[in-house]
């Protein structure tokens, strides 16, 4: 398969997850904000935070090195080594479960039984419920390889919407179970996860006919099972060896990812309803990233590891693969620049109100609005490195990676230490201070390999970071007018005056996205004939 077919395939799958997830999401969003007004903060800080960090953090450990190094082989490999490889995944799953389990039981702080009861019996099922989740990884790995658009959307929205219906009916009928409730969600969810891998590829594979099936390196579902393979070799030690290298980032990352989750576990430094408010708007802030961010970069990662050779400097390579992937590169940078850039400039003056009709004064009082403005910030730079670090990443030859992996030791440690200083200084606004430090030192580090990576050939990706001066200068004048409307209109003054307000900050939307589709020429056409399903031409203009 070309480069230009590979790249065909990851635009529609990225724009098919993209619409799928908004609708899914959007129901989710509704039965949370329902959900919300039952609970206690102290419930969802022990909820969101402790618990669903044990379990975050086991399947993170047990399955992200597998995953990457996995994605990365090409199509000539021995798929049955792939996924005997992959099924070493659960028994490494039920190691972390226990070990996280007892650390969680017996190191932490336990709640007080009498504000939260049930808090062992929820320890217990969140990690049985990262075991099962593992269960499915084999299918999954496989239906990503093969770019399936829609199952792996409809799969997890469908799990997270069963997930909240059960949450809203045992919240509402039987209120005093308390933590029984979320943890048989969890399992819950997990369970229905799985399930929709193995009946999809049950079916698929018990219809010879189907054209999805004949592309499928297996014919029976047996054969996703442990297998000896013709060779002898159980695994691909190649694979396996890349999988080690990844396992020592992935441990790093994890810190990174959810830093802020274990200073707040393991130091103790917001009790529980702090913790809970602070993952609320945590949640909510990183919601368009998780829409928009997380599914670009899923695919367009599958794209990357496809197209490029990971041995191979690019003047190596094939000169049309690598011309496609700056592209599609400088593309992706300039969108999510727009994007993040989008999100900071409005979400300063509508984050109050965004709070207030999300979870009432609870949210909207105290902290929150200015936690939310901080992260609206935030999310501008994962934008950019969740693209930095998807092409990075997929491009890094392993001793590259090794080599990357003492960088994230280093900012590892430097980014709890900041984590907890300033914390201690100005509040759980710290957690958020100290991603963006994090987040600029990994776009820092993404941006030099990128330009090294390049350097010897014609092709910048990087301009795709540069914007129109116009474009700046609409973005500079709509978060004027919104800030002045948020003083006069928001949030004291009745559904009226927020409805003005809403209507400004919509009328300087318009115009910003108008100014940037007349600016933003390049942009709009990889936009036109990517995930519209049409081939990229030869050149770009």
Known sequence: MGSREVLGQAARLASSSLLLQVLFRLITFVLNAFILRFLS??????????????????IFLAREAFRRACLSGGSQRDWSQTL???????????????????????????PDPNVIPHYGTGVVLFALSAVVELLGEPFWVLAQAHMFVTLKVIAESLSVILKSVLIAFLVLWLPHWGLYIFSLAQLFYTTVLVLCYVIYFTKLLGSPESTKQQTLPVSRITNLLPSITRSGAF???????????????????Q????????VMT??????????????????????????????????????????LEREKDATLQKQEDVAVAAAVLESLLKLALLAGLTITVFGFAYSQLALDIYGGTMLSSGSGPVLLRSYCLYVLLLAVNGVTECFTFAA????????????MLALSSSFLVL????????????????????????????????????????HRPLAGLHLSPILLGAFALSGG??????????????????????????????????????????????????LGGSTLPDKMT
């Not at 694979?239 to 980032?249: D, G, I, N, P």
């Not at 990183?286 to 695919?299: G, M, N």
């Not at 957690?431 to 010897?456: K, P, V």
Request: net charge positive.
């Open 396 to 407: 890094m030859s392993k001793e590259e990676v090794d080599r990357y992996n003492f960088t």
């Open 255 to 262: 810190i990174l990812t959810e830093g802020e989750r274990y």
């Open 84 to 110: 005997n490889l992959l099924w070493l995944t659960v028994p490494l799953g039920v190691f972390w479960s226990l070990f996280l389990g007892w650390v969680w039981l017996q190191l932490l702080e336990v």
């Open 266 to 307: 393991f130091l103790s430094v917001l009790n529980f309803g702090d913790q809970g408010v602070y993952d609320i708007v945590n949640n909510l802030g990183s919601l368009v990233a998780r829409l928009i961010f997380q599914p670009v970069e899923e695919s367009f990662y599958v794209f990357f590891a496809k197209v």
């Open 419 to 458: 984590s907890y200083l300033l914390t201690r200084w100005c509040g759980s606004v710290g957690f958020i201070l100290a991603n963006c430090f994090n987040m600029g030192i990994r776009i820092t580090q993404s941006l030099c390999f990128i330009h090294r990576y390049f350097q010897r050939s014609p």
């Open 235 to 253: 695994i691909n030690w190649k694979e396996a060896k890349l999988t080690w290298s990844f396992f020592k980032q992935s441990f790093l990352k």
């Open 481 to 530: 007018i919104t800030g002045v409307s948020e003083v006069f209109l928001c949030c004291e003054q009745g559904w009226a005056s927020r409805l003005a307000h809403i209507a400004v900050g919509a009328f300087c939307l318009g115009v910003t996205l108008g100014t940037a589709f007349l600016t933003e020429t390049k942009l709009i056409h990889f936009l036109r004939t990517q």
């Open 41 to 58: 903060k102290e419930i969802v800080g022990v909820v969101n935070v402790r618990l669903m960090l044990l379990y975050s953090t086991t």
